[in-house]
Nanobody, 115 residues
Framework: QVQLVESGGGLVQAGGSLRLSCAAS????????MGWYRQAPGKQRELVAT???????DYVDSVKGRFTISRDNAKNTVYLQMNSLKPEDTAVYYC?????????WGQGTQVTVSS
């Protein structure tokens, strides 16, 4: 089992910044990909950014140039730096970890961007 605990969400004005953290614990050996997803009210959960064990990073088009995903292997933590936030970024953000066909989720952290 893998446990994921997110932190760093909150309320911010448009144009502001937040940094989300996801601390992983448990059987984290051979996790291939970690990422961030988000789900806004009434919408499907969408992929925001991923980072592989080889440090390859991918982003959904709507956040490219504004969000940065990174990892600190010593702390088993993945970060999502979010800059130039927009009201449409408002959502619950979930951390995700994948190992082969297994997938793990955090409990989510709310990000609210006011206009």
């Amino acid at each position: 089992q893998v446990q994921l605990v997110e932190s760093g969400g909150g309320l911010v004005q448009a144009g502001g910044s937040l940094r989300l953290s996801c601390a992983a614990s448990g059987n984290i050996f051979s996790i291939n990909v970690m990422g961030w997803y988000r789900q806004a009210p009434g919408k499907q959960r969408e992929l925001v950014a991923t980072i592989t064990s080889g440090d390859r990073k991918d982003y959904v088009d709507s956040v490219k140039g504004r969000f940065t995903i990174s990892r600190d292997n010593a702390k088993n933590t993945v970060y999502l730096q979010m800059n130039s936030l927009k009201p449409e970024d408002t959502a619950v953000y979930y951390c995700n970890a994948r190992r082969s066909i297994l997938e793990y989720w955090g409990q989510g952290t709310q990000v609210t961007v006011s206009s």
